[in-house]
């Protein structure tokens, strides 16, 4: 077994008074693919935010490479670039060029040589097929242009571990391919991921492990194929079965 | 060419005069700019605050100055401080001290507006990439609501330069009061007169605004976000 | 407008009043707002309000020089107090303010003397009077209001002190109201009413200018006068004023005064009904 990158022990969240993760534990090697799947406000993406330091916890730990996350710590920010998110809504910098987006963080933040990050920039948008488009500004591209480039400003940090929060759930249809086959290209180099996804497919193709949450707790964990075609749990049975139809066709009425 | 009453305006000393009740009301609204935009920053920063006395207390001045209007305050600037405290300011000095506080109380909405016009997801991107709460603000948010602020402040400019013709109601003699006395200094020799200063009054207030409408046009193309 | 100003003013008052509260009554103790003769001396400036852009009583020249009837005699009561005058711009709806905050020492701005001002600011010795005037067409002058026929209207300014002795003294008289001095006088030329009622400065200066028309009865009900105003209370300086008045009695001043500013106006004819000299109203 590889190293462990990421440990989540036993975390509690809470908003009020409502328990959104009640107890949850994992591990994330490096090199591993893992795909978070449940229905709507299961705490999905609550637990994505609590990893990123978004949200703070009120139990339990979230540990990277042996460092403990917390909001409130001052070396937070080291602890983040070690961290890359991509958010469901289009969040790239309106007042920044597609290159400017990309490198602005790298500049600034990690203080690297603007020179080499720019040429790293540009190698990675040409891996997502947006070279001509660095000079570009966010509102001349397409949604699923948009989440390619904010994909890229996550890699272009270089960072251990990356997260994306359902980054296909606002695009149009047709532009959720051109994504999805980015994120497969980076799963297939070796990067280590957190996926949040309602495409049921894709994330059988891409996951090592697949993890299904409902309320607040893990309710099944395991392997792509045994998880899709002999989910263990009623519950688990019953959300896959929302992504079936039925043929209707020939039916009597 | 029918008679604009023209001749009038090249009476004398009347155009250096009106060009004079120009730099009187220039004066006075520019000064007023050049204080209120960055008080007006502070307080509209200070109003998206989390705290409920400031933003109760700042709530209430920004009423309080929008509900009156101008001419109430200018009364109760230059005479009213005299009557209550004995204090004797000019009128000038009245009139800027007014524009002052219209123009902060308004500048620090537009600020407040497009502070929590920017979506909470900047934020939350800029931190996911490492940004600090100072950097945040510096690369990512003060920016944006400078962009979306350009247009807007500018329009505030140009209105508070027009709002300038009150001031002749407490004696501060403007670029429209010394159009008035020419016109009625002439009325038996010109009666057209009115006419013809009322346009040059026209074209001295465009000449003043124009530029900046045009900067506010150009800043907003090429920054639309 | 006046309308709109008297509201404003009475919001500035009220919010004054509210904002000082007791205070005000310590600033009285304490001090005067006005200057006595002796402080405006010493200073070696008078403060006058004067009207700008009321052409022929106040207004300013093409050379930025102040003018008029009213102007002339300020320059004279300055040079005979031996102290510098400096003009200060008012408007009619401003005049009582300036003096209540001591803002000018005197105003001489065509300042009509009612007892409600009078409460309010002391006035000085008459320089002029002022009635209401009626002009009419020369087809049918109207040179009386006693035989007034039923049909007929007369045209008068809404606010006007004529549309408020018109309806106080004669309430038969059918009143046509026009908001500004343009609609009235259009009114006039068209013959929607048979005379228009106004100060008489105003009319004797219309018919002057405009030929066909007549001011058939040039004074119409109480005389009112003009006189020059200082802060309740100015004792010293409202002294000093009418000392002035009576003394400039002898030299004619005020003629000559009428003669240098008001004759291109209102000509020879109502020298007399018009002026008011050494403070003696006939």
Redesign the interface.
């Given at each position: 077994m590889k190293d462990i990158l990421l440990k989540v022990d036993n975390i509690i969240k809470r908003f009020d008074n409502n328990t959104v993760l009640n107890g949850i534990s994992f591990d994330v090697h490096k090199g591993e693919v893992i795909v978070v799947v449940g229905p709507s406000g299961c705490g999905k993406s609550t637990l994505l935010r609590c990893i990123n330091a978004l949200e703070p916890i009120q139990g339990g730990s979230i540990t990277l490479e042996g460092e403990t996350i917390n909001p409130a710590d001052k070396n937070l920010t080291a602890l983040r670039q070690k961290v890359g998110m991509v958010f469901q809504s289009y969040d790239l910098f309106p007042h920044l060029s597609v290159l400017r987006n990309i490198t602005i963080a790298p500049e600034k933040v990690q203080k690297r040589n603007p020179k080499e990050v720019e040429k790293e920039a540009l190698a990675l948008l040409e891996r997502v097929g947006l070279r001509d488009r660095a000079n570009s500004f966010p509102r001349e591209l397409s949604g699923g242009q948009k989440q390619r480039v904010a994909i890229v400003r996550a890699l272009c940090m270089n960072p251990d571990l990356l997260l994306f929060d359902e980054v296909t759930a606002a695009l149009d249809p047709e532009m959720v391919r051109e994504v999805l086959d980015v994120m497969l290209n980076l799963a297939a180099s070796g990067r280590t991921m957190i996926i949040v996804t309602h495409e049921m497919q894709f994330a059988k193709a891409i996951a090592d492990r697949v993890i299904f949450l409902d309320a607040g707790q893990i309710v099944e964990e395991g392997d792509p194929i045994s998880f899709f075609e002999h989910p263990q749990t009623d519950r688990a049975q019953k959300f896959l079965n929302t992504f079936e139809f039925e043929s209707v066709k020939n039916h009597e009425k | 060419m029918p008679d604009l009453g023209l001749d009038v305006l090249l009476k004398g000393k009347n155009l250096a005069r009106l060009l004079g009740g120009l730099g009187v009301a220039m004066r006075i609204s520019m000064i007023a700019v050049v204080i209120s935009i960055p008080l007006g920053i502070i307080l509209g920063a200070l109003m998206t605050w989390k705290n409920p006395v400031i933003k109760a207390i700042l709530r209430v001045y920004l009423e309080v100055i929008r509900i009156m209007p101008q001419m109430v305050l200018l009364f109760l600037f230059y005479f009213g401080t005299t009557r209550a405290f004995g204090i004797d300011i000019s009128g000038e000095m009245a009139s800027i001290v007014v524009f002052t506080l219209w123009g902060t109380a308004e500048m620090s909405d537009l600020v407040r507006g497009a502070l929590i016009a920017i979506p909470v997801h900047q934020y939350e991107s800029a931190e996911a990439l490492g940004f600090n709460r100072m950097q945040t603000y510096r690369y990512i948010i003060i920016p944006q609501t400078v962009r979306r602020l350009i247009p807007l402040s500018i329009n505030l400019i140009t209105r508070m330069i027009k709002t300038t013709s009150l001031i002749l109601m407490i004696g501060v003699v403007e670029v429209l009061k010394v159009g008035q006395q020419i016109i009625e200094a002439n009325r038996m020799v010109s009666p057209n007169a009115a006419f013809g200063i009322y346009l040059a009054i026209f074209m001295l207030y465009f000449f003043a605004c124009w530029p900046i409408s045009m900067l506010a046009r150009y800043l907003e193309n090429r920054w639309r976000v | 407008m006046k309308r709109i100003v008297t509201i404003?003013?009475t919001?500035?008052l009220a919010?004054?009043l509210a904002?000082?509260g007791s205070?005000?009554s310590d600033?009285s103790t304490?001090?005067t707002?006005y200057r006595t003769l002796d402080q405006i001396k010493e200073d070696g400036t008078i403060n006058i309000g004067v009207f700008?852009?009321?052409?022929p009583f106040g207004?300013?020249?093409?050379?930025?020089d102040y003018?008029g009837y009213d102007v002339y005699f300020a320059a004279r009561l300055a040079k005979d107090l031996g102290v510098k005058v400096n003009y200060?711009?008012?408007?009619a709806?401003?005049r009582i303010?300036?003096l209540?905050?001591?803002?000018v020492d005197v105003i001489l701005a065509n300042f009509t003397v009612t007892e409600e001002r009078a409460e309010e600011v002391d006035f000085a010795l008459p320089y002029m009077n002022v009635a209401l005037g009626v002009v009419s067409p020369d087809a049918n002058v109207i040179k009386s209001l006693d035989d007034w026929k039923a049909e007929d209207e007369m045209i008068v300014i809404s606010g006007t002190t004529a549309e408020t002795y018109l309806t106080a003294n004669y309430p038969d008289i059918k009143l046509q109201k026009y908001d500004t001095y343009a609609n009235a006088k259009n009114a006039l030329e068209n013959g929607n009413g048979v005379a228009w009622a106004n100060d008489n400065t105003e009319v004797i200066a219309f018919a002057l200018?405009n030929k066909g028309y007549t001011v058939g009865i040039p004074e119409l009900g109480s005389k009112d006068t003009i006189a020059p105003a200082v802060s309740k209370g100015n004792t010293t300086l409202l002294e000093a004023i009418n000392n002035e008045i009576k003394s400039l009695k002898d030299e004619k001043f005020f003629h000559k005064d009428y003669e240098a500013t008001l004759l291109?106006?209102y000509g020879k004819d109502y020298e007399e009904s018009l002026v008011v000299e050494g403070g003696e109203v006939k």
């Open positions: - | - | 404003i003013l919001a500035v919010l004054a904002a000082c205070k005000s600033s304490t001090g707002v700008s852009d009321k052409n207004y300013v020249d093409e050379n930025g003018q200060v711009s008012t408007e709806a401003n303010e300036y209540q905050t001591g803002k200018q291109d106006t």
